[in-house]
């Protein structure tokens, strides 16, 4: 199976910058989507940011200009680069893959989250 771990979040203060990593492992034939998702208690997880097929960008308008998503496929890493960061930024951050196995099944992975926090 797929294996996604999370790593960067962290404390940071309003205007600074964090970098969300995500690193897939596992069995992955190829990949059809990537991206990262925040939920906060009692909403539901929404999207960030992440890449359709075919490698066009998505992002919430909440952060563009200020978050930029990216990856190596090389390495099936993704990253989220956050910049200008505010306190309504705030939650936990999931990574997300999806694609197909090397037996050709689809998979849908999740990281295990990592608590982005911003202070005023």
């Known amino acids: 199976q797929v294996q996604l771990v999370e790593s960067g979040g962290g404390l940071v203060q309003a205007g600074g910058s964090l970098r969300l990593s995500c690193a897939a492992s596992?069995?992955?034939?190829?990949?059809?989507?990537m991206g990262w998702y925040r939920q906060t208690p009692g909403k539901q997880r929404n999207l960030v940011a992440a890449f359709a097929s075919g490698g066009s960008t998505n992002y919430a308008d909440s952060v563009k200009g200020r978050f930029a998503i990216s990856r190596d496929n090389g390495k099936n890493l993704v990253y989220l680069q956050m910049n200008s960061l505010k306190p309504e930024d705030t939650a936990v951050y999931y990574c997300n893959v999806v694609g197909r196995l090397r037996d050709r099944r689809e998979f849908v992975s999740w990281g295990q989250g990592t608590q982005v926090t911003v202070s005023s």
């Open positions: 596992g069995s992955i034939f190829s990949i059809n989507t």
